[in-house]
């Protein structure tokens, strides 16, 4: 069982995040590659600084990823002189998104990056079943769990953090369940901002997440 | 619930051979042989795969398929899960412009599925060179605690111009042979592999008592000198399998040649093994690093090693570096390995440890 603070949504037009990252920051976000900086803003938005050295786990995913990045690297290199610029390497890696939330969030301690296969779906239901085991196991005080976008025109996050014990505003509880709730829905990216919407429109109740049938059993959110 | 994971089934290919019983006969024969590869103006050593097919996605396709034959029959509803750094970017060099990379960054899993046939759960893992471990332990958690009985994880890196350009700008690579731990090595050098493994909660002869990734957050290319995260990793994974530091019997390193890495992994075995750690091995410089598919070829070239009796020597290595102290790769040997560590460390900090035990 965990624990869910409100889940957080973010959405910026390109153009803005850089300034919503010295806002979260106090400062611009040198050589970082874009969907590195909405990484660590949502993070930040996501752990209450109260709760930043706590020892945290990272489960994120991504349709597009460094989508950008690496079409001007396969121009650079395949089209240009076939060298590379570092940086421009570097920005295509999404694994270096955990070191540069870790230098904001200390107790950042492990980070997995899943990128998707499809533009329809989304690993919400893998990502959680893990968050729930690591939990279980003691491994971590926290998981976060996100999925990040960027398309040319804006930059989206959706975020869940959860927790093994409640806190003070936890409003979701999360088991593992082989009933059906009345509800379910869909795995796809944006899950936290319909799990905000299902809260708001209801005051009690359960809801499912829909899940592979190969899990066994269903993901439950509980209102508390 | 928590319950034991087992290996069930392996396969691989990779420069060293077609099969995991190939790789180990090449291994424990001191084949190390690579190809060059050239970036701008500069060569530099490759370990490429043995399929002369020209189409990259042809030839992914035949990798692929002759490593599933080799996991035996499958059921079409088995969860995948796909760990690779690069995907299909050299799918897109050899298309050309205008460089249209697909919507989903894994859209080739997709691809790999349909080749595999199978339609069951699919994910994609890329997690840099740690991405094969990843892959495992979340395949692992969900089998441990019930949700999954099987699970297929396949590690996939294959040749792409872009991966080596990136690290030969980032000055990583070894114009000459990768040289793991010794005092001459200069660099690491890239390969391709495909590799795969069937984890199940049924037993089979050899089971992972041991899986823990970290994060090094020191530098974004590379880890704390001094060896303290990948210390802990290790110390993680050993409180893990319940078992001490002297119940490892040999540890497959991540040692490549790179002089900062495999400094920071030589301090970090000093810190769990005291000044005599176990039998050490490095694959990578004879197979080749093989990025997000490492891990997963590496521990099946090992595991069949272990199976026939036969641990290689470590290719490359002949003089000791006096500031890595006495920490140097074990002789080709016949011992009977009940118990390993496998290590990786990868770019962006990435840490992670196996501990593998014979049933």
Redesign the interface.
């Known amino acids: 069982m965990a624990y869910l603070n409100l889940p957080i949504s973010q959405h910026f037009a390109t153009g803005e995040l850089p300034a919503a990252v010295r806002a979260a920051l106090g400062k611009p976000l040198r050589r970082a590659a874009a969907i590195n900086q909405l990484a660590v803003v949502g993070a930040l938005a996501a752990v209450p600084e109260c709760r930043r050295q706590l020892s945290t786990a990272l489960l994120w995913q991504?349709?597009?990823?460094p989508?950008s990045e690496?079409?001007t690297?396969?121009?650079e290199?395949?089209?240009g002189?076939?060298?590379?610029?570092?940086y421009d390497?570097?920005a295509?890696?999404?694994?270096?998104?955990?070191?540069?939330i870790?230098?904001f969030l200390p107790g950042?301690?492990?980070?997995?990056?899943?990128?998707?296969?499809?533009?329809a779906t989304a690993?919400w239901a893998?990502v959680l079943?893990?968050a729930l085991?690591?939990l279980?196991?003691g491994r971590y005080a926290q998981i976060l769990c996100a999925h990040l976008e960027l398309t040319p025109e804006f930059a989206e996050g959706h975020w869940l953090n959860l927790s093994q014990t409640p806190l003070e505003n936890s409003v979701i509880r999360l088991q593992l369940t082989k009933h059906q709730a009345s509800e379910v829905l869909p795995n796809t990216p944006d899950f936290p901002r319909q799990l905000n919407y299902w809260l708001a429109r209801t005051a009690t109740g359960t809801l499912n997440l829909q899940s592979?049938l190969?899990?066994?059993?269903a993901l439950e959110f509980t209102r508390r | 619930m928590?319950r034991p994971v087992y290996i069930a089934a392996s396969g691989l290919l990779c420069a060293r051979g077609g099969s995991p019983e190939a790789v180990a006969a090449s291994l424990w024969n001191g084949e190390h042989g690579s190809e060059v590869r050239?970036?701008?103006d500069r060569e530099f050593p490759y370990f490429a795969l043995p399929l002369s097919e020209p189409s990259w996605l042809k030839r992914a396709e035949q990798a692929v398929c002759h490593v599933t034959t080799q996991l035996g029959a499958l059921p079409v509803?088995i969860?995948l899960f796909v760990a690779s750094?690069s995907?299909q970017?050299g799918h897109?060099?050899q298309r050309?412009?205008p460089?249209a990379?697909s919507?989903?960054?894994?859209?080739?899993?997709?691809q790999l599925a349909a080749w595999m046939q199978l339609s069951?759960?699919?994910?994609?893992?890329?997690?840099?060179c740690i991405s094969g471990f990843?892959a495992m332990?979340?395949a692992r958690?969900?089998i441990?605690?019930?949700?999954?009985d099987e699970a297929v994880i396949i590690g996939i890196e294959l040749s792409n111009?872009?991966t080596l350009?990136?690290?030969?700008?980032?000055e990583l690579l070894s114009p000459t042979a990768s040289r793991p731990f010794d005092a001459r090595r200069d660099g690491l050098v890239l390969g391709e592999a495909v590799a795969a493994v069937r984890l199940s909660a049924t037993p089979s002869p050899w089971r992972i008592t041991g899986l823990r990734?970290?994060?090094?957050?020191?530098?974004?290319?590379g880890p704390d000198p001094e060896g303290g995260p990948i210390a802990q990793v290790m110390a993680d994974c050993l409180n893990e399998a319940q078992i001490s530091a002297s119940n490892i019997e040999l540890i497959k390193v991540q040692a490549a040649g790179s002089p900062g890495t495999d400094l920071a992994e030589a301090n970090a075995l000093h810190q769990i093994f005291g000044k005599k750690p176990p039998a050490l091995l490095s694959l990578k410089s004879a197979i080749g690093h093989t990025l997000g598919a490492s891990g997963i070829a590496e521990l099946v070239a090992l595991l069949a090693c272990l199976e026939a009796d036969q641990i290689p020597a470590t290719a490359g290595f002949q003089q000791t570096d006096p500031k890595i102290g006495a920490i140097s790769p074990v002789d080709r040997n016949n011992c009977h390995i009940k118990r390993a560590l496998l290590n990786l460390i990868?770019?962006?900090?990435?840490l992670a440890s196996m501990i593998i035990e014979r049933s």
């Open positions: 991504s349709t597009g990823g989508r690496t079409q690297l396969l121009r290199v395949c089209a002189s076939g060298e590379a610029m570092p390497f570097l295509i890696q999404p694994a270096i998104a955990a070191p540069q870790q230098g950042l301690q492990s980070a997995s990056y899943f990128p998707m296969d499809n533009e690993q893998l079943n893990l085991n690591l279980d196991e592979p190969a899990y066994q059993q | 928590r050239r970036v701008g509803e969860p750094s995907f970017i897109y060099e050309g412009e460089y990379v919507v989903a960054n894994a859209a080739f899993s997709r069951g759960p699919l994910a994609s893992i890329s997690n840099a990843s332990e979340a958690s969900l441990a605690s019930g949700r999954l111009q872009v350009a990136g690290f030969s700008a980032m990734t970290g994060l090094d957050a020191y530098s974004t290319t990868g770019f962006g900090g990435g």
